[in-house]
Protein backbone atom coordinates (compact mmCIF):
# COMPACT_ATOMS: atom_id res chain seq x y z
CA UNK A 1 0.00 0.00 0.00
CA UNK A 2 1.88 3.36 -1.25
CA UNK A 3 1.94 6.05 1.41
CA UNK A 4 1.51 9.57 0.56
CA UNK A 5 2.51 12.59 2.90
CA UNK A 6 1.85 16.08 2.40
CA UNK A 7 3.47 19.01 2.56
CA UNK A 8 7.14 17.47 2.03
CA UNK A 9 7.72 20.43 4.17
CA UNK A 10 6.71 22.91 6.46
CA UNK A 11 7.99 26.08 8.02
CA UNK A 12 6.36 27.28 11.03
CA UNK A 13 6.53 29.43 14.06
CA UNK A 14 6.96 28.61 18.37
CA UNK A 15 2.90 28.63 18.97
CA UNK A 16 1.03 27.98 15.84
CA UNK A 17 -0.98 25.18 14.78
CA UNK A 18 0.01 23.22 11.76
CA UNK A 19 -1.50 20.17 10.06
CA UNK A 20 0.49 17.27 8.30
CA UNK A 21 -1.65 15.40 6.02
CA UNK A 22 -1.31 11.58 4.88
CA UNK A 23 -2.64 9.41 2.32
CA UNK A 24 -3.00 5.90 1.72
CA UNK A 25 -3.21 4.23 -1.62
CA UNK A 26 -6.63 2.54 -0.41
CA UNK A 27 -8.32 2.03 2.56
CA UNK A 28 -6.67 1.01 5.48
CA UNK A 29 -9.78 1.38 7.96
CA UNK A 30 -7.71 3.08 10.97
CA UNK A 31 -4.61 1.29 11.00
CA UNK A 32 -2.14 4.53 10.61
CA UNK A 33 0.42 5.88 12.97
CA UNK A 34 2.63 8.62 13.55
CA UNK A 35 5.96 9.04 14.35
CA UNK A 36 8.69 11.81 15.29
CA UNK A 37 11.98 12.07 14.31
CA UNK A 38 14.98 13.91 14.95
CA UNK A 39 18.34 14.16 13.42
CA UNK A 40 20.48 11.41 14.27
CA UNK A 41 17.55 10.27 16.87
CA UNK A 42 15.46 6.57 16.30
CA UNK A 43 11.47 7.56 15.35
CA UNK A 44 9.27 7.96 18.20
CA UNK A 45 5.52 6.71 18.08
CA UNK A 46 3.07 9.58 18.72
CA UNK A 47 0.06 8.33 17.45
CA UNK A 48 -1.25 5.06 16.84
CA UNK A 49 -4.85 3.49 15.44
CA UNK A 50 -4.88 7.21 13.21
CA UNK A 51 -6.43 9.01 16.65
CA UNK A 52 -5.03 7.23 19.80
CA UNK A 53 -2.19 9.18 22.00
CA UNK A 54 1.05 7.33 23.19
CA UNK A 55 1.74 7.52 26.31
CA UNK A 56 3.84 10.22 27.33
CA UNK A 57 3.08 12.17 24.23
CA UNK A 58 2.04 15.75 24.86
CA UNK A 59 -2.04 16.39 23.95
CA UNK A 60 -1.14 19.15 22.29
CA UNK A 61 -0.66 16.42 19.25
CA UNK A 62 -3.23 15.04 17.95
CA UNK A 63 -4.52 12.30 15.08
CA UNK A 64 -7.32 12.06 12.71
CA UNK A 65 -9.02 9.47 9.81
CA UNK A 66 -9.86 7.27 8.77
CA UNK A 67 -10.31 5.34 5.48
CA UNK A 68 -7.33 6.51 3.09
CA UNK A 69 -7.04 10.27 4.81
CA UNK A 70 -5.51 11.49 7.91
CA UNK A 71 -4.16 14.06 9.47
CA UNK A 72 -1.97 15.37 12.49
CA UNK A 73 -2.54 18.58 14.36
CA UNK A 74 -0.09 20.42 16.53
CA UNK A 75 -1.81 23.04 18.20
CA UNK A 76 0.87 25.37 19.83
CA UNK A 77 4.48 24.32 17.93
CA UNK A 78 6.97 24.25 20.96
CA UNK A 79 10.48 24.41 19.72
CA UNK A 80 11.07 20.57 20.63
CA UNK A 81 8.51 19.72 18.05
CA UNK A 82 10.67 20.83 14.89
CA UNK A 83 11.29 17.69 13.40
CA UNK A 84 10.47 15.15 10.58
CA UNK A 85 7.12 13.27 10.64
CA UNK A 86 6.25 10.07 9.31
CA UNK A 87 3.03 7.66 8.94
CA UNK A 88 2.84 4.73 8.87
CA UNK A 89 0.17 2.00 7.79
CA UNK A 90 0.01 -1.49 9.54
CA UNK A 91 -3.11 -2.57 7.63
CA UNK A 92 -1.10 -5.01 6.27
CA UNK A 93 0.80 -6.25 9.42
CA UNK A 94 3.19 -7.68 9.61
CA UNK A 95 4.40 -5.99 6.42
CA UNK A 96 4.46 -2.10 6.88
CA UNK A 97 4.74 1.17 4.68
CA UNK A 98 5.99 4.71 6.21
CA UNK A 99 5.25 7.58 4.34
CA UNK A 100 8.22 9.67 2.79
CA UNK A 101 7.95 12.27 5.91
CA UNK A 102 7.13 15.92 6.21
CA UNK A 103 10.36 18.20 7.56
CA UNK A 104 8.84 20.90 9.80
CA UNK A 105 11.57 23.77 10.38
CA UNK A 106 11.45 27.24 12.19
CA UNK A 107 10.41 30.13 10.19
CA UNK B 1 12.06 0.83 31.96
CA UNK B 2 11.78 -1.07 28.29
CA UNK B 3 15.55 -0.33 26.16
CA UNK B 4 16.67 -2.07 22.47
CA UNK B 5 20.68 -2.27 22.50
CA UNK B 6 21.90 -2.88 18.74
CA UNK B 7 25.24 -3.87 18.18
CA UNK B 8 27.39 -4.85 14.95
CA UNK B 9 27.10 -2.76 11.68
CA UNK B 10 30.43 -1.25 10.05
CA UNK B 11 31.56 -0.93 6.60
CA UNK B 12 32.10 -4.05 4.72
CA UNK B 13 32.64 -4.09 0.69
CA UNK B 14 29.56 -5.00 -2.07
CA UNK B 15 28.91 -8.57 -1.71
CA UNK B 16 30.11 -9.24 1.69
CA UNK B 17 28.16 -10.31 5.12
CA UNK B 18 27.17 -8.57 8.31
CA UNK B 19 24.96 -9.43 11.42
CA UNK B 20 23.17 -6.96 13.59
CA UNK B 21 21.97 -7.93 16.94
CA UNK B 22 19.41 -6.26 19.41
CA UNK B 23 19.16 -6.99 22.66
CA UNK B 24 15.86 -5.82 24.81
CA UNK B 25 15.21 -5.59 28.40
CA UNK B 26 12.10 -4.18 30.65
CA UNK B 27 9.80 -6.40 28.87
CA UNK B 28 8.96 -10.30 28.83
CA UNK B 29 10.41 -10.79 25.38
CA UNK B 30 8.57 -13.58 24.31
CA UNK B 31 5.20 -12.31 25.16
CA UNK B 32 2.53 -13.06 22.28
CA UNK B 33 2.02 -9.38 21.65
CA UNK B 34 5.46 -8.67 20.72
CA UNK B 35 6.63 -9.03 17.63
CA UNK B 36 9.69 -7.33 16.45
CA UNK B 37 10.83 -5.33 13.28
CA UNK B 38 13.78 -4.08 11.59
CA UNK B 39 13.66 -0.75 9.50
CA UNK B 40 16.24 1.58 7.46
CA UNK B 41 17.21 4.82 6.62
CA UNK B 42 19.45 5.44 4.01
CA UNK B 43 21.79 8.84 4.32
CA UNK B 44 19.02 11.58 4.39
CA UNK B 45 16.00 9.38 2.76
CA UNK B 46 12.95 8.54 4.90
CA UNK B 47 11.99 5.04 6.74
CA UNK B 48 11.89 2.22 4.82
CA UNK B 49 10.56 -1.27 6.72
CA UNK B 50 13.14 -4.50 5.90
CA UNK B 51 11.92 -7.57 8.00
CA UNK B 52 9.50 -8.90 10.69
CA UNK B 53 9.73 -12.16 12.92
CA UNK B 54 6.21 -12.44 15.42
CA UNK B 55 6.64 -13.51 18.78
CA UNK B 56 7.30 -17.56 18.26
CA UNK B 57 9.92 -16.75 15.60
CA UNK B 58 7.04 -18.77 13.13
CA UNK B 59 5.55 -16.19 11.13
CA UNK B 60 8.44 -14.13 9.18
CA UNK B 61 8.49 -11.33 6.94
CA UNK B 62 11.01 -9.37 4.06
CA UNK B 63 10.68 -6.62 2.18
CA UNK B 64 11.25 -7.12 -1.56
CA UNK B 65 14.42 -4.99 -1.69
CA UNK B 66 16.00 -7.72 0.81
CA UNK B 67 13.95 -10.54 -0.07
CA UNK B 68 16.79 -13.85 -0.34
CA UNK B 69 19.39 -12.07 1.36
CA UNK B 70 18.52 -10.89 4.44
CA UNK B 71 17.50 -13.38 7.22
CA UNK B 72 15.55 -12.33 10.74
CA UNK B 73 15.49 -14.50 13.92
CA UNK B 74 15.32 -13.93 17.39
CA UNK B 75 16.44 -15.91 20.16
CA UNK B 76 13.74 -16.05 22.95
CA UNK B 77 16.19 -16.98 26.08
CA UNK B 78 18.54 -14.49 25.10
CA UNK B 79 15.85 -11.38 24.54
CA UNK B 80 17.39 -10.88 21.91
CA UNK B 81 16.55 -10.36 17.65
CA UNK B 82 19.08 -10.76 14.85
CA UNK B 83 19.36 -9.34 10.79
CA UNK B 84 21.66 -11.53 9.19
CA UNK B 85 22.58 -9.41 6.08
CA UNK B 86 24.50 -11.39 2.76
CA UNK B 87 25.12 -10.20 -0.82
CA UNK B 88 25.69 -6.61 0.73
CA UNK B 89 24.97 -4.25 -2.14
CA UNK B 90 25.69 -0.51 -1.88
CA UNK B 91 21.95 0.42 -1.80
CA UNK B 92 21.27 -1.10 1.29
CA UNK B 93 23.91 1.32 2.99
CA UNK B 94 21.59 3.15 5.94
CA UNK B 95 21.26 3.50 9.65
CA UNK B 96 19.06 0.18 10.83
CA UNK B 97 16.91 0.15 13.58
CA UNK B 98 15.24 -2.47 15.18
CA UNK B 99 11.85 -1.72 16.70
CA UNK B 100 9.53 -3.52 19.00
CA UNK B 101 5.84 -3.80 17.35
CA UNK B 102 3.12 -3.73 19.96
CA UNK B 103 -0.30 -5.53 18.62
CA UNK B 104 -2.22 -3.84 20.81
CA UNK B 105 -1.54 -0.72 19.74
CA UNK B 106 -2.63 -2.00 16.32
CA UNK B 107 0.86 -2.88 15.23
CA UNK B 108 2.70 0.34 15.93
CA UNK B 109 6.51 0.29 16.62
CA UNK B 110 6.38 1.84 20.47
CA UNK B 111 10.15 1.20 21.19
CA UNK B 112 13.04 1.84 19.32
CA UNK B 113 16.93 0.91 19.24
CA UNK B 114 19.22 3.54 19.04
CA UNK B 115 20.22 2.55 15.49
CA UNK B 116 23.48 1.16 14.00
CA UNK B 117 24.83 2.05 10.90
CA UNK B 118 26.35 -0.27 7.56
CA UNK B 119 28.16 0.95 5.08
CA UNK B 120 28.62 -1.14 1.96
CA UNK B 121 31.30 0.36 0.07
CA UNK B 122 34.49 -0.81 -2.31
Known amino acids: IQMTQSPSSLSASVGDKITLTCRAGQSIATYLNWYQQKPGKAPKLLIYAASSLQSGVPSRFSGRGSGTDFTLTISGLQPEDFATYYC??????????FGPGTNVDIK | EVQLVQSGGGLVKPGESLRLSCAAS??????????MNWVRQAPGKGLEWVSSIAYSGDNIHYADSVKGRFTISRDNAKNSVYLQMDNLRAEDTAIYFC?????????????WGQGTLVTVSS
Open chain 2, 99 to 111: AREEEGLYGAQDY
Open chain 2, 26 to 35: GFTFSFSTYN
Open chain 1, 88 to 97: QQSYTTPIFT
